[in-house]
């Protein structure tokens, strides 16, 4: 059997397992070592280490009432819980607890569509329900909207969009938890509240308008502990009459800075509706003289240009987005594209896509960039290692943020290429990956492994990452839970006055500190200072 929680007797433990089963029955108790395996992180950076991150033991609640009991229980007996949605956060911890013994409250059961609405392009769902269950019910009754999906689709909308995910359509959308509009959560005390316009019980407009009357709670409950969120409503996209897909090449190191201007504006001025990824095809690969290369950290443009000459021809970056719209409003969208970019010399258009909807099923098979077009899919895990490299055992995402300039985008590889190299890492790939109009976010996949010795470089270069981009100018936007205490150090101005304000919360809204403790580094008062 699994062990208690820290802090917390044999006897009590299995008297609080008693009373959980007495909530939601014997058979959706689970407390066995088989159990908790079900909760643990398959690409943990501590994986089989004696401070790999475990649950005591997990709950699946059906409905907001059983929710309430759960957190009456563990009010009770001092129980830590850790609740997730479908526990797909994958690369971000996955369904393993922040704080070692937690009890994993498992929503994925709650997994109803409240309400579509095709007039008023919303829905309302509970947390279990994945990006696939609403992309088929939004399908199967033919409602013209699109989901905007994460990569991959079995992720759930209101988890993905708590941890501040992204995805591929117009901007009103892809910004996961700006899409949203009201939620329900269960409060650590047992109470129960709605935000925005969802606390007048008549109003009509809780999925409508976010803010309703007075101080605005919704972002108290993204990245932290403070509740259970049981229902999330969202913005819905109307599904357009057409789309084109296109590509924007260019042909030298430092072309990345018009190009990234250009696209940048045009996304600002609602000219380019879509994420833009802004990739290096030229430095894709495991090509020797190009992880030398990329691993000295400060190669000059002559040297660049010199090895651009020996690759035959492969433009330097590549960027990739999509218009939605009337044909002819398409048309004239790429055309003024192509009019603001046509200045720099060499530069390349070509369109790769076209689709006029609804599609078929056929045609939605056979689409490549589904998540540009609002379809779930598992591609991605068919993309997880670089060109030409042996399989990944595991990795987790390393992303900064950064201003959506080339120049800074240069820069990020260069200074993320030569950590990676000095630490013997063959350097990941980089690519701006604007999911927001005024910022890039630039993934890295940090490998894991399944032994302890290359674990303990994995967590060496990461802590390097994530200290030397903030020395730099360049935070990350989210990060696992390992590394959650060194992440929110950070965002230390004022001498740590928001964490000091995080905890000020956490003591006021969860007063016997049983959420997700440590979560985001917010820890409650009885285990303030003991965690290093």
């Known amino acids: 059997m699994p062990s208690p929680p820290p802090g917390i007797s044999e006897r009590d433990f299995q008297a609080a397992l008693r009373a959980l089963e007495g909530v939601v029955g014997r058979e959706w108790l689970f407390a066995t070592d088989e159990d908790v395996l079900l909760y643990r992180d ?41 609740p997730i949605s479908t526990g797909r956060n994958l690369t971000y911890g996955g369904a393993a607890p922040a704080y070692s013994g937690s009890v994993v409250v498992d929503l994925k059961r709650m997994n109803r569509i409240l309400d579509v609405s095709a007039r008023d392009k919303t829905c309302l769902v509970e947390p279990g329900v994945s990006y696939f269950d609403l992309y088929r019910h939004v399908g199967s009754k033919k409602i013209p909207l699109w989901i905007d999906t994460a990569d991959p689709g079995w992720g759930g909308l209101v988890g993905n969009a708590l941890d501040r995910g992204g995805g591929y359509t117009d901007i009103q959308f892809r910004d996961h938890f700006h899409a949203h509009c009201g939620m329900e959560v269960v409060l650590p005390t047992g109470d129960v509240v709605r935000t925005g316009m969802g606390a007048s019980p008549q109003a009509k407009t809780a999925q409508l308008f976010k803010y309703g009357l007075g101080p605005w709670v919704d972002g108290i409950f993204s ?57 290096s095809p030229l430095m894709a690969g495991n090509n020797p003289e190009l992880v030398r290369l990329r691993g000295s950290g400060g190669a000059s443009d002559a040297d660049w240009e010199r090895f651009a000459a020996s690759a035959g021809g492969t433009p330097f970056w590549a960027a990739t987005f999509v218009y939605y719209g009337p044909s002819k409003v398409i048309a004239a969208q790429w055309e003024h594209t192509k009019e603001r970019l046509s200045g720099i010399a060499g530069v390349g258009f070509r369109e790769t896509a076209s689709y006029t909807f609804p599609l078929t099923d056929e045609q939605v098979e056979a689409v490549a960039d589904k998540a540009r077009y609002g379809i779930p899919s598992l591609n991605l895990f068919s993309s997880r290692s670089a060109p030409g490299a042996p399989p990944l055992e595991g990795h987790i995402d390393f992303s900064p943020m950064i201003p959506p300039h080339g120049e800074e985008l240069i ?122």
């Open 42 to 82: 398959g690409y943990s950076p501590l994986w089989g280490e004696a401070e790999e991150r475990f649950p005591s033991a997990a709950v699946e609640a059906n409905s907001v009432e059983q929710v309430q009991g759960i957190v009456k229980i563990a009010n009770q007996y001092g129980l830590p819980l850790y």
């Open 223 to 279: 990245q932290s502990n403070f509740g259970i969120v049981t229902k999330m409503g969202f913005w819905l996209m109307q599904e357009p009459e057409a789309a084109l897909q296109v590509s924007v090449t260019v042909p030298k190191r430092r072309d990345v800075v018009p190009l990234v201007d250009t696209l940048h504006s045009l996304m600002c001025a609602h000219t380019v509706p879509s994420q833009v990824t802004v990739a």
């Open 411 to 532: 820069a990020l590889t260069d200074y993320t290429g030569k950590v990676y190299a000095d630490q013997g890492f063959t350097p990941s790939f980089v690519a701006g990956m604007m999911f927001h109009p005024r910022t890039m976010i630039c993934f890295h996949a940090v490998p894991t492994f399944r032994n302890a010795a290359d674990n303990a470089r994995t967590r060496k270069l990461f802590e390097t990452l994530v200290r030397g981009c903030a020395e730099r100018g360049w935070p990350i936007y989210r990060i696992h839970p390992v590394f959650q205490k060194l992440g929110m150090e950070m965002f230390g101005w004022g001498d740590g006055s928001m964490h000091r304000l995080h905890e000020t919360l956490k003591d006021a809204i969860d007063p016997n500190g049983i959420v997700s403790p440590g979560r985001y580094d917010i820890w409650p008062r009885r285990l303030r200072g003991t965690r290093a």
